[in-house]
């Protein structure tokens, strides 16, 4: 980046720098000796008039004319012809064609009344072709051949072209040190952040990016910083995760141990103590089971929401037939399951998660109630969501924990969650399947008096 910076900024300055030296000087020679035609052809109205003044195209000698052009022409080291209209010379300031007939190109044209001028560049010399006409502008009465040397103006061109050159030249140096000492101001922040994220890659994780200096950069560095406080909680909540994994399928493992351990130190344990410990042993090895379906089911959430399987259904039907289900384990306990649906609800949803999702919440409400206690769940709808509430009238749920029963393995009463057969997974699976179905859930709970559960799914499932 720094290279490339410090390359287009070096092109930004240095190449018009360039252009404009090239342009201003090119420019600039063509506009001198535009400058001096128009001076020469102003001479030549001046001396052609006096010409016509005296007769001098006619014959008639005259010194002072002769004087003047040949002052003109000595003042810019050149050569003028004067011929009158019949090609005969008149003035030759080198002397070398008076009285002679000059039947040049440009002479004839001229007295055609076709001015000529022309800039050579070997001889750096312009000539041109003056028109001598007389008052009524009518009558050609003769030209004048001017050859003017534009060696003066050459010498201070290029003496103003060496002093630009000079100059442009110490802009580019200066502006290419002022580009290297940008590049480097704007890159600094970027190299200090390199640096800063390899540390955190090396595994320095308290530290924090910090960089000052242009706004953008410090969004860069909060964003960062942002994403480096969530990567810390997703990895502290994964190794919560794994140890209560670990912890969670070791306990039914253990008590398995246990159970085996005490058999073996009996050599003649009776045949009954073999049985009850073996149902023991049974019973840990379904709770093992349980907990790792669970977690399966967990795990499968967890992948993309490509694997839900949306379909129209009947929501009714499905509350419908959970309650079905469960109204044996809710009559064991001597527990009224009533349902109450306000209107017939179709939702786009994946059944076999949803039927999950809602049978972890109504076991939840008969496991965690009271003998002789009701669990009612109520289903409506509008134009937008369905809603579902799961209500009970069971011990309750302490407010310091309302947050956390989401959790995975969170429970609150671990002993009771462990008698009921509870993983501590159930709602963790729950709210899973309500985020992957774009809902929501809530909890309202009051300890000794009940707990309602809301759900809140839209009809239409939407792909995010
Ligand atoms: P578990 O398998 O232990 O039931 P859940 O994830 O389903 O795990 O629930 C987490 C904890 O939330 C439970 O252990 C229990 O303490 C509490 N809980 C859930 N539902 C209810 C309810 N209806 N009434 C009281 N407590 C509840």
Not at 111 to 118: A, P, R
Not at 243 to 255: A, D, G, R
Not at 367 to 383: E, M
Not at 429 to 442: L, S
């Amino acid at each position: 980046m720094h290279v490339r910076l410090l390359i287009s900024m070096i092109a930004l300055t240095v190449i018009p720098v360039i252009f404009l030296q090239a342009f201003y000087t090119g420019y600039m020679i063509n506009h001198i000796r535009a400058n001096r035609i128009d001076l020469v052809r102003n001479y030549g109205a001046l001396i052609g008039k006096e010409m016509l003044q005296t007769d001098y195209l006619e014959g008639q000698a005259s010194a002072v004319i002769d004087g003047e052009i040949q002052q003109f022409s000595g003042l810019y080291d050149g050569r003028i012809v004067v011929t009158d209209a019949d090609f005969t010379v008149r003035m030759d300031t080198y002397g070398m064609l008076m009285g002679k007939k000059l039947v040049s190109e440009e002479v004839v044209l001229a007295l055609q009344d076709t001015e000529l001028s022309y800039y050579d560049r070997d001889s750096d010399q312009v000539w041109l072709t003056y028109v001598i006409k007389d008052e009524t502008e009518e009558t050609i009465r003769g030209m004048i051949l001017f050859f003017v040397s534009c060696a003066d103006l050459t010498e201070s061109h290029d003496i103003i072209l060496r002093t630009m050159t000079l100059v442009m030249i110490s802009v580019g140096l200066l502006l290419i040190v002022l580009s290297f000492v940008m590049a480097r101001i704007f890159t600094k922040p970027f190299k200090h952040m390199a640096t800063s994220i390899n540390r955190i890659s090396e595994g320095y994780f308290d530290e924090e990016v910090c960089l000052t200096g242009f706004s953008e950069v410090e969004q860069i560095s909060d964003a960062f910083n942002t994403m480096l406080k969530r990567l810390k909680e997703l990895e502290s909540s994964r190794q919560e995760f794994v140890s209560n994994v670990s912890h969670e399928l070791k306990t039914p493992l253990t008590s398995m141990k246990v159970l085996a351990d005490s058999l073996n130190m009996q050599p003649d344990a009776p045949v009954e103590l073999y049985r009850e410990f073996m149902q023991d042993i049974g019973e840990e090895i379904d709770r093992e089971n349980t907990i790792i379906n669970d977690l399966l089911s967990l795990v499968k959430m967890d992948k993309t929401e490509a694997d839900l399987n949306i379909a129209n259904i009947s929501i009714n039907d499905l509350l419908e037939s959970i309650l079905k289900r469960l109204k044996p384990i809710a009559a064991k306990k001597n527990i009224e399951l009533v349902l109450e649906s306000y209107r017939t609800v179709t939702a786009e949803c994946d059944e076999v998660k949803l039927t999950l999702a809602l049978s972890n919440l109504v076991e939840n409400a008969i496991k965690y109630n009271i003998a002789g206690g009701w669990v009612k769940v109520t289903l409506d709808s509008d134009h937008k969501y369905f809603y579902v509430t799961v209500a009970d009238s069971g011990i309750g749920i302490p407010e310091e924990y309302q947050e956390k029963i989401f959790e995975r393995f969170y429970r609150v009463d671990k002993a009771r969650s462990r008698e009921t057969g509870g993983t501590g997974l159930g709602l963790a699976i729950t709210k899973n399947i309500v985020q992957m179905h774009n809902g929501a859930i809530k909890v309202v709970s009051k300890e000794d008096e009940g707990t309602t559960f809301s759900l809140r799914i839209p009809l239409t499932y939407i792909k995010q």
